[in-house]
């Protein structure tokens, strides 16, 4: 018997996710070849560090813009988005406490708290992403203007870009760990593949708040 499907994300989300993801690879990729000397050798997949340079400067611009693109085209689905990124519940307060067992058994959990829709790791990550894309984006725009800044700032500027884009690098691994191979969770990689369905009984035993709501 075919199992009954849900689906999670619509298609204008899910393209804008994977091109937003892989932009930000092709810069995280450019970047740190850019500011780790140890990594400089990875610039050369782009001929040369000067063009990873060209690369990483103007592609910041498009990531930065695509955000922008998505909500003024699809500003239902991003005005839920953000609303649901915003709302922490008690239960979320007590999955994060236990980071949803997936630290187990370094942190124990009896059980999981119920979820809605995305849980609470996701949900902050949300918020990382974008908080961390405006530094990035405020930093990249000083740095690309340099000279209007004073030295010690553009300085001080380039140590919080890369803090940033390392930061932000590590918590995609992250996601991309929980979401593509962790053997609970990698049915998520699914609803972002193909036509974005998953099946009803992972919902019903990771997202049981948000089945609650769609039964109704």
């Known amino acids: 018997m075919a199992k009954k499907m849900i689906e999670k994300h619509k298609k204008a989300t899910r393209i804008f996710h994977w091109i937003h993801l892989i932009t930000f690879i092709v810069m995280l990729w450019t970047g740190l070849s850019l ?3 140890a990594m400089n050798v990875m610039g050369l997949t782009f001929g040369s560090l000067r063009n990873a340079a060209f690369l990483h400067k103007y592609l910041g611009f498009f990531y930065l813009l695509l955000p922008l693109s998505y909500a003024a085209f699809n500003f239902n689905l991003f005005s839920k988005f953000i609303k649901l990124i915003s709302t922490f ?23 999981v708290p119920p979820q809605g829709k995305i849980n609470a790791g996701q949900k902050l990550l949300g918020w990382i992403i974008i908080v961390f894309s405006l530094c990035l984006g405020l930093t990249g725009s000083m740095m690309f203007f340099y000279a209007s800044f004073p030295g010690y700032l553009i300085q001080l500027v380039i140590i919080v870009h890369v803090f940033c884009g390392t930061f932000l690098g590590s918590a ?8 593509a191979v962790n053997p609970s969770s990698r049915k998520e990689l699914g609803t972002m593949l193909g036509n974005g369905m998953i099946d009803e009984e992972y919902v019903m035993k990771h997202n049981e708040l948000w089945y609650e709501e769609l039964k109704k």
């Open 89 to 111: 519940t008690p239960e979320d307060k007590k999955w994060m406490k236990v980071f949803g067992g997936y630290l187990a058994p370094l942190i124990k959990a009896k059980e």
């Open 172 to 179: 995609i691994i992250v996601h991309f760990y929980l979401g």
């Open 35 to 37: 500011f780790y000397p």
